[in-house]
Structure formats: C-alpha cells, structure tokens
C-alpha cells in the first residue's frame, strides 16, 4: 500500500496481480503454470485503480501522534492524505507485526 499510494513510478512483477508465487526471468519466453487466485485478482484491481487516481492528486505525509502517554506505537505507523476536501483518501499502515494506536490531528478542510 505504501509504495502504490506514494508519489513516483509503481512497478508490478508479472502476474503479481493474480497471485502467482513464482517470479520467472523476463529472459525467458514461457512461465510456470500457476493458478489465478480470485481474492488477490480482486485486491489488485482495486489498488490499481485507487493507484491511478492518486497518481495525479496532492500527496501528503501525515505524522501519526501518541493515542496515549507512554504508548511509542505510533512509531510503527505511516499514514498519507492524497487529494482534499471531498475528493482526499487517507490511508494508514501499521509497518510492524505489533498491534499499534495512534491518532493524527486533521483540519476540518483535509478530508
């Protein structure tokens, strides 16, 4: 999500969309055999569409603050505001395997 959400070029590897395992070379002209999964297919046609609308929206970088003292988690969040107003996503992704609690501080005119 990080990296298909931030501003610059989104690279893809083939058939990444649908869930395949294996990443072949590009040298060679046949791949592995895999099967489709329909959830990943489904997950990818989203991010790909949210992806190009992002692409020409104002990007943000958002600093997550503590939910409460003595609580460091929000160290392990990243969150970004693309577009504004009515037209503005926020997104936020906890970058460890801990549970993490943050809170951020929006104008009324962000989202």
Do not use: C
Request: charged residues 20%.
């Amino acid at each position: 999500m990080i990296t298909y959400l931030s501003p610059g070029l989104r690279f893809f590897h083939h058939g990444q969309e649908h869930g395949f395992k294996r990443k072949d070379s590009v040298h060679l002209s046949r791949a592995a055999d895999e099967r489709r999964d329909p959830q990943t297919l489904a997950f990818y046609k989203r991010l790909m569409a949210i992806s190009s609308w992002a692409a020409s929206r104002e990007w943000k970088r958002l600093q997550p603050l503590q939910a409460w003292e003595g609580n460091p988690s929000h160290g392990n969040l990243i969150a970004m505001q693309i577009g504004n107003g009515a037209q503005a996503l926020l997104a936020v992704v906890n970058y460890s395997s801990n549970q993490s609690q943050g809170s951020l501080a929006l104008e009324p005119s962000d989202l």
